[in-house]
């Protein structure tokens, strides 16, 4: 199973180049079960990223470009009464796919947000009285750009909960940014998927087979599972941190901290597999403090500090 995990990692690291450790927990996500809001300037292939990745697992893949006018129906799907049978009919909506792309997604008002709340904890549509069932493999990856903020509504608390990582991508260093300009001269185009080079590396049915390997054979100590308690309580008391982390944050740091030694090659969780990806789990989940705020304090600051004052297992 190892080498499935690493080799999905190693493939869109090709297409989406420097951007390792964005890469690393989007696929971390993917194996945890779990969905992604990704946060970036424009530019710096959020959109390129879930395309490869839809196309490594031969999954569906949709794109909703959210926008103010968006309504939950044009998301989630619509009845739509059939004369001829003499009966409403259910139409699917973009949710029903494999790898969801939702492109700015504090576009849409909170009314269009919470119609993905069921869909994103549930993985399935309730219409009229009738549920229907998602893909078993179904992943939102949402994008927000962090520079504009005119015209967007802030994601609720609720809705943010949902998502198992935050992960912020910044622009690529120099020498990524030369080797994608090379790229593009030699023919690359983030618009053609057949430029990407990619051969899918397992079937969705195999992708829902490794989710179940994570969660089963991955194994995580006593210690290990204190210290992700530890960390979610310390949240919870820290003078700079006015709101903390709830128990669903903990039990995301668990599923992510098992995916993520499996991309490592490992089948044991180590204290660092959890410290690397605190910042991710929890910037979301945490509200900081008044003063805070205004010392220009972030929340990933504050995680550090978090991290400094609980003493980590000994290995």
């Known amino acids: 199973m190892q080498h499935l995990a690493g080799g999905l990692q190693q493939q869109l690291e090709r297409v989406v180049l420097g951007q390792r450790e964005v890469v690393e927990q989007v696929v971390v996500a993917l194996l945890a079960q779990g969905h992604a809001l990704l946060e970036g300037p424009p ?37 739509i009464y059939q004369q001829a049978r003499d009966r409403f009919e259910f139409q699917p909506g973009p949710v029903f796919c494999d790898i969801l792309l939702a492109d700015e997604i504090n576009r849409a008002p909170a009314k269009t947000q919470s119609g993905l709340l069921e869909v994103m904890q549930e993985r399935q549509v ?3 009285g009738q549920t229907h069932p998602l893909s078993e493999v179904f992943t939102v990856l949402a994008t927000q750009n962090p520079i504009e903020f005119e015209g967007t509504y802030p994601l609720p608390e609720a809705q943010l909960d949902r998502f198992m990582l935050k992960i912020r991508i910044d622009y ?28 899918p590396l397992m079937q969705v049915e195999e992708l829902a087979g490794l989710r179940r390997w994570v969660r089963s054979q991955v194994h995580i100590e006593p210690e290990v599972v204190h210290y992700i308690t530890s960390i979610i309580r310390a949240t919870r008391n820290a003078a700079i941190i006015t709101v903390g982390a709830s128990p669903r944050a903990a039990v995301n740091m668990l ?25 991710p789990v929890l910037r ?27 003493p980590v297992p000994r290995q």
């Open 255 to 279: 599923e992510v901290s098992r995916a993520m030694a499996l991309v490592r090659g490992r089948d044991f969780v180590t204290p660092d597999d959890v410290r690397d990806l605190a910042a």
């Open 43 to 79: 530019g710096t292939a959020k959109t390129l990223l879930a395309r490869a990745l839809a196309m490594s697992v031969a999954g569906r893949f949709r794109r909703i470009q959210f926008t103010p006018d968006l309504m939950p129906a044009d998301v989630l799907g619509v009845s």
């Open 172 to 199: 690529p260093e120099h020498e990524a940014e030369d080797a994608i300009l090379h790229r593009v001269q030699e023919g690359f185009d983030a618009a053609r998927g057949e430029s990407f080079q990619i051969e």
């Open 284 to 310: 979301h989940r945490i509200i900081l403090s008044p003063e805070a705020e205004i010392e220009g304090t972030t929340a990933d600051q504050c995680i550090a500090q978090v991290l400094t004052q609980v």
């Open 126 to 128: 309730t219409m009229d």
